[in-house]
């Protein structure tokens, strides 16, 4: 193109630096917050932050609200809003912990710790959020009542339902496989961590090479190979730092010395074994990059949008926005359900309160993470870096020793930070 | 005549027991520009937007090229190749002009998924014969000024071969040289064959563009007449006061 781009002119080295490789500055700050809190949270504890025990904790304990926050963004993005996504998860929860420990051993005869079990369960779990989802899609997309009022109803409704499933017990111990789903219990171990992040590494410059020459094919203007080249290093650099990071985390000797004991063996001297990317994690992973692609590079993503930026538009343009909105609620449905797996399997059993106030911290997530309720506006990897910057502060501040209240007070005041900062940052740069 | 490209014939809705569109009949041929003229509340965007499938008429019918049509929703209309510009452009302010121009008919790669480079290319092409000056490809269309999203609005009724097309108020918020960009695409797509309906408050936007106009007043038709019988006089009072003129031959 001849013509050049105005925001092309900006002037400023350090602008034009992060200009040339895209970055999105909106993302850029709020890792740069999030660096900030980590290495304040490991200066006040006196370096038990950034341990990599406590980094794997965090990112184990922030899974199953960041996969209900990649859904509640296209909530979000669609002017609605999900209070239902806890109450979702127990019943989810309660639904999969009798399946398992009950109908699928006792009524079917399969008996414990059966090969299907923990399949058929997810199945059946996947199933019910799905369902409830959307019904409530059903309710708000064609009915017309209000999102609000339909999931503050369903607050109500699915927590109890999940209370009057188990008569309010407890139900454990879960199957063994189903918990590897949960975190600690499930891990790749050294090796297949570090192909998993060899793997994604490539992936990645494979993405970036492929999208370079479609864009080439095009006649568009790309960016100098430099920037691909430093681009794709800080992925690598990023990627491989993490899976270091997790791999570093080894399990306990004594641990280690019961289990084989257990197996009726000796522990060699000075064996270790590490623990590595929590299958879990890899879950999240997984969901976020389906999301992601889900969002920007499909039909039933770019309609979401386009109903969040303007719903008329969208209904004139020929896009069936019911349906749309059932879609969307019954995705929810479904990643509540992926969460309850995750959750339970943490837990190691199905508790009544599980999943309380979770409908919060999704929501908070979200908007922390750059999604807009007036709609039309978010990412998914925004909504994670929300959920984990959530997670670290609560956690940060337990180790810290500040008294709960106060926890939940700077939690909630950040939240309403973050909101005022991304209005002021939209009004300085002039978008919506 | 030949066969009208668009009949609409005794055309009824009413909301709330209110008859905004009463028994209201036009057409139009191919390569032919009809203007709608009527105050606010006329019923004339009703009409259009029951040929749009926005609206569904309570009764009467529309027939294309001859034929019965059913439309029920947008899609239908897209799919007889009837495209229209609203007055409040019906963009999507937080997509890009690209992903406007195909919202709803988007690209796609052979593994379903969405081609955006494929389609900024197309878009590309399409608003250098629009409108040359268009730079702002990867912005949001909210960052764009009214002339370029009415550039955005008419490519994207433009390119999908429109046969018929429906513009409502399109110069409404146009300075003067966008004003005369749009009489000039007008006149091509007229060339092109293609059949407009032309909205408009601006008598004279329709005595200049148009080759017949249809008045209407408090959702019933006055009248259609010939531009070139009538004064801007003739249809004031038309409007105004739903008086037919004299000595000049006035269809429906």
Known sequence: MSQSDASDLAPGKKRSLIHTLELDLRLLGMIGAFVVLCIGFDIATGGRFLTPRNIFNLTIQTVSVAIMATGMVFVIVTRHIDLSVGALLATCSAVMAMTQTQFLPNVLGLGFEHWLTPWVTIAVGLAVGTLIGAFNGYLIGYLTIPAFIVTLGGLLIWRNVGWYLTSGKTIGPLDQTFMKFGGINGTLGATGSWIVGLLAVAGAIYGLYASRNNKKRHGFTVKPLW????????????????????????????????????????????????????????????????????????????????????????????????????????????????????????????????????????????VIGGTALAGGVGTIHGAILGALIMQSLQSGMAMVGVDAPLQNIVVGAVLVLAVLIDIIYRKRTGEA | MSTPLVEMKDICISFGGVHAVDHVSVDLQPGEVVGLLGHNGAGKSTLIKILSGAYRADSGEIRINGDKVEIHNPRDARALNIETIYQTLALADNLDAASNLFLGRELVTPFGLVDDDAMEAECRKIMGKLNPNFAKFNEPVSALSGGQRQSVAIARAVYFDAKILIMDEPTAALGPHETQMVSELIQQLKAQGIGIFLISHDIHDVLELCDRASVMKNGKLVGTVDVKDVTDDDLLSMII????????????
Request: charged content about 15%; aromatic content about 6%; proline content about 3%.
């Open chain 2, 241 to 252: 006061l739903g008086k037919r003129p004299e000595g000049v031959n006035v269809q429906g």
């Open chain 1, 227 to 366: 920037a691909e080249g430093v681009l794709a290093g800080i992925i690598s650099a990023a990627i491989l730092g993490f899976v270091a990071v997790l791999n570093a985390y080894e399990v306990p000797t004594r641990k280690l010395k019961r289990i084989f004991e257990a197996q009726g063996e000796v522990m060699p001297e000075g064996y270790t074994q590490s623990y590595g990317i929590p299958i879990s994690v890899l879950l999240l992973i997984a969901i976020a990059i389906a999301m992601t692609i889900l969002a920007r590079r499909t039909r039933l993503g770019r309609y979401i949008f386009a109903t969040g930026g303007n719903p008329d538009a969208a209904e004139l343009s020929g896009i069936n926005t019911r349906l749309l909105t059932v879609k969307i609620f019954a995705l929810v449905g479904a990643l509540c359900a992926i969460s309850a797996v995750v959750a339970s399997a943490r837990l190691g059993n199905h508790s009544n309160d599980i999943g309380t106030l979770d409908e919060l911290r999704v929501i908070a997530a979200a």
